[in-house]
T-cell receptor, first 115, second 116 residues
Framework: GAVVSQHPSWVICKSGTSVKIECRSLDFQATTMFWYRQFPKQSLMLMATSNEGSKATYEQGVEKDKFLINHASLTLSTLTVTSAHPEDSSFYIC???????????FGQGTRLTVV | KQEVTQIPAALSVPEGENLVLNCSFTDSAIYNLQWFRQDPGKGLTSLLLIQSSQREQTSGRLNASLDKSSGRSTLYIAASQPGDSATYLCAVSHWGSGGSNYKLTFGKGTLLTVNP
C-alpha cells in the first residue's frame, strides 16, 4: 500500500511551547488529509479534515487556534499544537486519501508529552 | 450523526481458530468501509477496503463483507495466529452532517488476543 510518513514519532516539550507535527504522503498525492487524536485504549477521535489549498474543517469542540492545520501541498500537511499544556499530551495520527473513494493510509503516529 | 459500533470489544481465542469481528454503522450513506489493524503504540495498517457497491473483499486469510442497507460489516479471520493479536478497527467514509466536510468515522475497535 501507499506510504504516509509522520514525523516526529515522539516529542517531549515544555508547557507553553508549540510543537509541529508533519504528515507526508510519499508516493501519492493526497487531496484530503485527516488529523486524529487517540487517548489510551480509546478509538481515534477526528480533530479536523483538510483539503489541499483550503482551510481545514474542525470538529466540534476542537480549538482551531490551538491546533493549527496547514495543507499547503498535495503531499504535506502539518499540525501545530500551540501553547501546549499537559492535557494536550496524547497520540496524534494523520491519515491521507488520494480521492474520496480510495483507501485511507495512516502515518505511524506521534506521541506528544507536555511536561 | 454517523456512529460506528464494534462487537465484541475484546476477544481471546486459541491459535488456529476461525473468528468473526462485527461492525455496524447507523447511516448507510457511505462511500466505503475500511478495516484496519493497530498494534500497541503504533499507527494503523489498512487491511481491506470495501466500496459501497461491493459485497466483500478478500486478502489472504482475511475476508470482509459489507451489507450497506443493513449497516453491517464483518471481518472473518481464518486459522488465527498469535501474530494476529492486535486491535482491529473499522471505519466508514461519509460526508459529515450538513455536507460540510468529508469524514472517516471509526468504531472503538476489537482487541484480539490469539493464544499459542
Amino acid at each position: 500500500g501507499a506510504v504516509v510518513s509522520q514525523h516526529p514519532s515522539w516529542v517531549i516539550c515544555k508547557s507553553g511551547t508549540s510543537v509541529k507535527i508533519e504528515c507526508r504522503s510519499l508516493d501519492f498525492q493526497a487531496t484530503t488529509m485527516f488529523w486524529y487524536r487517540q487517548f489510551p485504549k480509546q478509538s481515534l477521535m477526528l480533530m479536523a479534515t483538510s483539503n489541499e489549498g483550503s482551510k481545514a474543517t474542525y470538529e466540534q469542540g476542537v480549538e482551531k487556534d490551538k491546533f493549527l492545520i496547514n495543507h499547503a501541498s498535495l503531499t504535506l500537511s502539518t499540525l501545530t499544537v500551540t501553547s501546549a499544556h499537559p492535557e494536550d499530551s496524547s497520540f496524534y495520527i494523520c491519515s491521507a486519501k488520494q480521492t474520496l473513494n480510495t483507501e485511507a493510509f495512516f502515518g505511524q503516529g506521534t506521541r506528544l508529552t507536555v511536561v | 450523526k454517523q456512529e460506528v459500533t464494534q462487537i465484541p470489544a475484546a476477544l481471546s481465542v486459541p491459535e488456529g481458530e476461525n473468528l468473526v469481528l462485527n461492525c455496524s454503522f447507523t447511516d448507510s450513506a457511505i462511500y466505503n468501509l475500511q478495516w484496519f489493524r493497530q498494534d500497541p503504540g503504533k499507527g494503523l495498517t489498512s487491511l481491506l477496503l470495501i466500496q459501497s457497491s461491493q459485497r466483500e473483499q478478500t486478502s489472504g486469510r482475511l475476508n470482509a463483507s459489507l451489507d450497506k442497507s443493513s449497516g453491517r460489516s464483518t471481518l472473518y479471520i481464518a486459522a488465527s495466529q498469535p501474530g494476529d493479536s492486535a486491535t482491529y478497527l473499522c471505519a466508514v467514509s461519509h460526508w459529515g452532517s450538513g455536507g460540510s466536510n468529508y469524514k472517516l468515522t471509526f468504531g472503538k475497535g476489537t482487541l484480539l488476543t490469539v493464544n499459542p
